[in-house]
């Protein structure tokens, strides 16, 4: 599994549009065997930045609240969101990175639990979350 996580500096963004790098996280066997930080090219189309996820063959997006263009652009490429509201301490980050290693899709949340979907697609959360 390859997840991708957009960064400026230190800090999880919420989409890559605004991202001027990507942690870039390889899982084999329960376990991470790669981390690199990747530098994006200055487009910022969601075109582009989609092709490069799928040249990447990313399985999972790591963010902060997603737009929900980018959820649903992501979503119809096969590409899971996972995402946290507000900034992503760097135990968050690495418990959800244990959790992604183990196989756990973590559920994404805006702090009520109570709420989210079985299936844990970030993008039918996001709508349940914004008209219920």
Known sequence: MKV???MQQNDVRSQL???????VLEIESDREVARQRV????????SDLLAWLREQSIDVVVCTRPSPFFAKSLSQNGID???RPGKL?????EAIIAELAVG????CHD????EADEDGSA???YLAAQTG
């Open 4 to 6: 991708a996580i957009p």
């Open 17 to 23: 549009a605004e991202a001027p790098e990507v942690m």
């Open 39 to 46: 530098f994006l090219g200055t487009s910022r189309r969601m």
């Open 81 to 83: 969101v996972v995402w």
């Open 89 to 93: 301490a760097d135990a968050e980050l």
């Open 104 to 107: 756990v899709l973590p559920c």
């Open 111 to 114: 702090g009520d639990d109570d």
């Open 123 to 125: 993008w039918q959360y």
